[in-house]
C-alpha cells in the first residue's frame, strides 16, 4: 500500500488510536473520546477478514501474516481522514511496533493512547463481554505479542483499571494539546 500522499493536504483534525490487548477498554474509550471530540470511530475489529474471525473464533491468535492487510485496510481509513483534515478515533490493538509504523505511515500526526492493563482485568473483562468472536484463551497470546510503546513513539499510556471518564479527560487533554502531547507524567 502506497501512503506517501497521506501527508499532504488539510491537517485541521485529530487521529488518535485507542490500543492495547484484548479487555483493555479500547472500544469504550474510543467511542467516547470521538463523541467528546466530534470525531468519527471505527473499531477495528471490523476491519478484520472473514479468514482472521475464524482463526482467532477457533482460538488460535493471529500472526504477523495475518494482521498486514487488516492494518492496511485502516491505515487506507486514516490516510484518507488524514487527507481531508477530518478527526478520527480507531479502536486498534495495535499491540507491535511494526503495527503501530504502518499505521503511523499513514499519518505522521496520530497520538496512540496506549491502555496499559493487567492479565487478571483484561481476562475477567472478556470473560464478561458477549457477543465478541475473541475467546478468553487468547489474552495470554495478546500479552505475548505486546510491545508497549516506547518513549520515542507519540503515545499516551494510561492505566485502563481507571475510572473510564478521568481515562477519556487525560485522553482528551493529548489530544487537544498543541504538539499532540500533554504534560501529564502517564505520555511516554
Known amino acids: 500500500m502506497n501512503l506517501e500522499a497521506a501527508n499532504s493536504g488539510p491537517r485541521a483534525g485529530i487521529i488518535a488510536v485507542v490500543m492495547g490487548v484484548s479487555g483493555s477498554g479500547k472500544t469504550l474509550i474510543g467511542e467516547a473520546l470521538a463523541k467528546s471530540i466530534g470525531g468519527r470511530f471505527i473499531e477495528g475489529d471490523q476491519y478484520h477478514s472473514a479468514a482472521n474471525i475464524r ?20 491505515a487506507a481509513e486514516i490516510a484518507s481522514a488524514d487527507r481531508a483534515g477530518n478527526t478520527l478515533v480507531v479502536a486498534c490493538s495495535a499491540l507491535k511496533r511494526t503495527y503501530r509504523d504502518r499505521l503511523r505511515a499513514a499519518s505522521d500526526r496520530i497520538l496512540f493512547i496506549y491502555l496499559e492493563v493487567g492479565r487478571d482485568i483484561a481476562a475477567a473483562r472478556m470473560e464478561a463481554r458477549r457477543g465478541h468472536f475473541m475467546p478468553p484463551s487468547l489474552i495470554d497470546s495478546q500479552f505475548a505479542t505486546l510491545e508497549p510503546p516506547a518513549p520515542d513513539e507519540h503515545a499516551l499510556q494510561l492505566d485502563a483499571a481507571g475510572d473510564p471518564n478521568r481515562l477519556v479527560d487525560l485522553a482528551l487533554v493529548a489530544v487537544r494539546s498543541p504538539s499532540g502531547r500533554s504534560a501529564t507524567p502517564s505520555l511516554i
Open 55 to 74: 482463526r482467532m473464533a477457533s482460538g488460535q491468535p493471529l500472526r504477523d501474516e495475518d494482521r498486514w492487510g487488516w492494518l492496511d485496510t485502516i
